[in-house]
């Protein structure tokens, strides 16, 4: 019995440490798996369309360039208007800085109005607008260099989209067995494309409402600000909060801080109206994850694959669950992923 328990512990600890070494492997290979990854879970995404159109009568090949069609028409539509915002937004950047510096001299001139002692010239030289400014740009230009790889991207999607109808037989050939069970994967697929589905719509929303929002205040660029409050609202926990911090800038170097604040108000409650009241109800539990895994999946896919690692940390860790949910040894550990009400 003893020895059965020390081989047990010891076969336990060698897929720990197989684990870790695929880890850092993983992270190594970030630039070849990172538009791989986005490839996969893309065509993950469009497979309910192009199988309702093979179901309609579709021929295959059609219905996946319709698929691609739109998918590429989206990309093109989302290049052009971060590529026309950030055009808009360097042409005003003088106007901007001048902007700012203008109400940094009189917040200075407030502080010393109100009897603080304050060095102006030293001030002065800590508030960097350029830096302030450049960092919208830096922002829009990372969106628009990660976009211009998406024809890579597309064209993997459109080959995985090809091998989807025959891959269930392939794995099961490569498996040996004909008849495995191969249900929790389609659990898996299930999962996956439901909660991108559900967050790609309350992300819409979200878009639609900031977008609205930084219109009326007549903030420059709305289009923008809605287009990164949809992609980051992706991002769980923390990806409201960073699409929130340009427009809110931005409104204090067009108009001051009266304006910024009320940008903040309006992205807060839009969040929390989306985030915690009509996100929760629409997704439901069907994940089967605790809000701590959802945040420590998060760091760690981060780490693993940087901003498309935070993007699709929650599939990611749903499939990694599953998966340990049909082994032996891990089966305690996915129960520990899932929220207190998960009985496995």
Excluded at 27 to 44: E, I, M, R, W
Excluded at 172 to 181: E, N, T, V, Y
Excluded at 275 to 287: S, T, W
Excluded at 320 to 332: L, T
Aim: glycine residues 6%.
């Amino acid at each position: 019995m003893a020895s059965r328990k020390q081989s047990k512990a010891v076969r336990t600890l060698v897929i720990l440490a197989c684990l870790i070494v695929i880890t850092a492997g993983l992270k190594a290979a970030a630039p070849l798996f990172t538009p791989l990854l986005v490839s996969l879970f893309l065509a993950v995404l469009c497979l309910p369309p192009l199988q309702k159109l093979k179901t309609s009568g579709v021929p295959e090949g059609i219905a996946i360039a319709v698929v691609v069609v739109g998918a590429t028409l989206l990309v093109l539509i989302i290049t052009a208007i971060i590529g026309r915002s950030l055009a808009g937004f360097e042409a005003k950047l003088p106007e901007y800085r001048l902007a700012l510096d203008g109400h940094v001299s009189t917040f200075f001139d407030w502080l010393q109005a109100k009897g603080v002692d304050a060095n102006t010239e030293v001030l002065t030289s800590q508030v960097n607008s350029s830096a302030i400014l450049d960092s919208i740009t830096s922002l829009a230009s990372a969106l628009l260099a990660a976009l211009s790889q998406m024809f890579v991207v597309l064209l993997t999607m459109v080959f995985m989209l090809l091998e989807a109808s025959s891959f269930p037989s392939k794995l099961r050939r490569a498996m040996g067995i004909p008849d495995a069970d191969l249900s929790h994967w389609n659990t898996a697929l299930h999962q996956v494309q439901k909660y991108i589905a559900v967050k790609a719509m309350v992300s819409l929303a979200t878009a639609a409402l900031a977008t609205t929002l930084t219109a009326i205040l007549g903030i420059d660029f709305p289009l923008l600000w809605g287009l990164i409050a949809f992609l980051f609202n992706f991002i769980p926990n923390i990806g409201s909060v960073i699409a929130a911090i340009p427009p809110v800038m931005l409104a204090l170097v067009q108009y001051g801080l009266t304006s910024a604040l009320l940008v903040s108000g309006g992205y807060l409650a839009i969040n929390l109206v989306m985030g915690n009241m009509v996100e929760p109800k629409v997704m439901g539990k069907q994940l089967g994850l605790s809000t701590l895994v959802v945040f420590l999946s998060l760091i760690f896919w981060n780490w693993v694959w940087g901003p498309v690692g935070m993007v699709l940390s929650v599939p990611l860790t749903v499939i990694v669950k599953i998966i340990m949910e049909h082994s032996s040894e891990f089966r305690g550990i996915a129960i520990m992923l899932g929220p207190e009400s998960d009985e496995g």
